[in-house]
């Protein structure tokens, strides 16, 4: 019996340390992928309504729509550009 005990503790305890160095190991390499993660939703979430307002306003531009017409109260400027000489 008493051989039995001394081999059953020498394996709990090596196999303590594997466990401890496993679960170590891994919580290291994903403390990176939760932060990026993390940072990615905060940037988009916090982007998102700036850039659909920005999408709207940009649709309505000549650049956008070279067929649109403008309306009254835009100020249109049609000049050529001369190189300095």
């Known amino acids: 019996m ?10 709990f305890i090596v ?16 403390i990176p992928l939760i932060g ?7 940037t988009f ?3 998102k309504p700036c850039c659909e307002n920005l999408r709207k306003v940009l649709r309505e531009t000549y650049l956008y729509n ?4 403008p309306e009254n109260d ?9 190189d300095a000489e």
């Open 74 to 82: 835009e100020l249109i400027v049609d000049a050529e550009i001369k």
């Open 45 to 47: 979430f916090s982007f």
């Open 2 to 11: 008493c051989h039995r005990s001394a081999t059953f503790n020498i394996i």
């Open 15 to 30: 196999i303590k340390k594997i466990t401890k160095v496993v679960f170590a190991g891994a919580i290291k390499k994903s």
């Open 66 to 69: 070279p067929d649109r017409k």
């Open 36 to 42: 990026a993660t993390l940072g990615f939703a905060t």
